[in-house]
C-alpha cells in the first residue's frame, strides 16, 4: 500500500512523520549519560515486542502516513537476529526510509549488507575520539570497532552521522578533533546538548554547555557556514558546512533553543510503549492491544490518534518544576 499522499497530523497541526522504534532496551555499553552500569534493570524478554509485532506497527505507521522509520535502542545490534528483521523490513516495505542508530561497536561487518537491503542512514553515537576516554565514558575499550563501521559504512555508501553528546569538561576539548574528522570525511558531526533525562545520569548545570558554545569552540577550528537548504539542514540539527571540508559540523540544542514546535516524532518504545514526547512520561501501552486478538491494530490505530490529539510541548514538560522524565534514555530510545 502506498501513504506518500497521506500527512498525519496532531492536535496542534503539526505533520507527524517519523517513528523511532526502540527494539531492545539491552545494550553492551554503558555510557555514563545514559546507563550507567547496574542502575537500571532491563526489561523482561516477555515484555519486548516480537519482530512479528514490529512489522506490523510499521506496516499501520506507514498506513497513517509515516515514511521515515528509524529502529534505536538499547543498542539495536545488541537484539539478536536484527539483520534478519531488517531484511524483512527492507522486503516488505522497499520504499521505506529505514535508518538505524547505533553506537558501532558491534556494525563492522554489516555495513554493505545493510546498504544493499535499502537502508539509507546511519547514525553512529561516538562521544570522543579518543580511546582511553571512550573506554571511561562508555565503559568499553571499543573506539577501534566503532572507527572500523564508520569506515565501512562511508565506503559502502550509507549516510553517516556521528552524535557526540556534548559533556562540559569531558570531551568539549575535543570539538575541534571532530571538525576536523568531518572535514576528512564525508560524514556529519552533531553534537547534542546533554538532556536531563533518566534517574541514573549525572546531569549537572557543570556538566551541560549549550549548542552556542560548542559551535564558538568549532568556529575556533574551522570557517563554518550555516547549512540553509531546506533538504540538507538535516531534521531539528543546526548544520555548518566547513570551509574545505568534505562532511559537515552541526549542533542539536533540545534544551537551549528546543524544536517542539516542528517536531514530527512518535516513539515506540521496546516493550511497546507509545510516546508522543521524549520528555513527557506519558506512555500508551500498545502491547496488551497488539496481543489481544479482538483489539489487534485497529485499536492501536485508535489509540494513536487519541495519544496524538495532545502530542506535548516537551519544552513546557521540562519547565523548571516539572517533575524531570524518570525513564532512562536507553529504554525510551533516545
Ligand atoms: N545504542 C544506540 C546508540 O548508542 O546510538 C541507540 C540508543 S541511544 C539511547 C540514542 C542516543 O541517545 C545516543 O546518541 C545517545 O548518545 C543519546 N543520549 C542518551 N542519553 C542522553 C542524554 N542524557 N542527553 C543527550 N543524549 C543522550
Redesign the pocket.
Known amino acids: 500500500m502506498t501513504t506518500t499522499h497521506k500527512r498525519l497530523r496532531d492536535g496542534r497541526g503539526r505533520e507527524v512523520s517519523y517513528l523511532r522504534l526502540?527494539v531492545t532496551d539491552r545494550?553492551n555499553?554503558n555510557?555514563m549519560?545514559?546507563?550507567p552500569k547496574d542502575k537500571v534493570p532491563f526489561i523482561p524478554h516477555p515484555d519486548i515486542l516480537r519482530y512479528e509485532e514490529m512489522l506490523d506497527l510499521v506496516s499501520l505507521a506507514r498506513d497513517l502516513g509515516i515514511a521515515k522509520v528509524r529502529l534505536?535502542?538499547?543498542?539495536?545490534f545488541?537484539r539478536r537476529d536484527i539483520m534478519v528483521f531488517i531484511e524483512s523490513l527492507m522486503g516488505r516495505y522497499p520504499e521505506l526510509d529505514l535508518r538505524l542508530?547505533?553506537?558501532?561497536t558491534m556494525l563492522a561487518g554489516k555495513p554493505a549488507t545493510l546498504a544493499a537491503l535499502g537502508v539509507s542512514a546511519v547514525?553512529?553515537?561516538c562521544?570522543t575520539l579518543d580511546r582511553e576516554k571512550y573506554a571511561r565514558i562508555t565503559g568499553n575499550d571499543r573506539l577501534d570497532a566503532v572507527r572500523r563501521a564508520i569506515d565501512e559504512s562511508l565506503a559502502a555508501g550509507l549516510r553517516v552521522k556521528i552524535?557526540?553528546?556534548a559533556l562540559r569538561g569531558i570531551n568539549t576539548d575535543e570539538v575541534a578533533d571532530f571538525v576536523r574528522l568531518a572535514m576528512q570525511f564525508p560524514l556529519d558531526v552533531r553534537f547534542?546538548?546533554?538532556?536531563?533525562?533518566?534517574d541514573g545520569?549525572l546531569?549537572k548545570p557543570e556538566n551541560y554547555i549549550s549548542a552556542q558554545d560548542v559551535l564558538e569552540l568549532a568556529r575556533g577550528a574551522a570557517e563554518l557556514t550555516l547549512e540553509t537548504n531546506p533538504h540538507e539542514t538535516g531534521g531539528p540539527a543546526k548544520m555548518h558546512r566547513i570551509a574545505g571540508g568534505l562532511g559537515r559540523f552541526g549542533v542539536i540544542s533540545?534544551l537551549s533553543d528546543h524544536f517542539c514546535a516542528s517536531c514530527n516524532r512518535l516513539r515506540i518504545t521496546a516493550d511497546g510503549k507509545l510516546r508522543t514526547c521524549l520528555f513527557s512520561e506519558r506512555e500508551f501501552k500498545l502491547r496488551p492491544l497488539l496481543r489481544n486478538p479482538k483489539l489487534g491494530l485497529p485499536m492501536v490505530r485508535r489509540v494513536i490518534a487519541l495519544a496524538l490529539r495532545d502530542k506535548p510541548l516537551g519544552y513546557e514538560v521540562l519547565n523548571p518544576g516539572a517533575t524531570p522524565e524518570a525513564r532512562?534514555?536507553?529504554a525510551?530510545?533516545?
Not at 542508530?101 to 558501532?104: E, K, P
Open positions: 526502540s545494550c555499553l555510557c549519560y545514559c546507563r534505536t535502542g538499547g543498542e539495536p545488541a542508530t547505533t553506537n558501532a547514525n553512529i553515537s562521544d552524535n557526540a553528546v547534542i546538548e546533554f538532556m536531563p533525562v533518566g545520569n546531569w533540545p532512562e534514555m536507553s525510551i530510545g533516545g
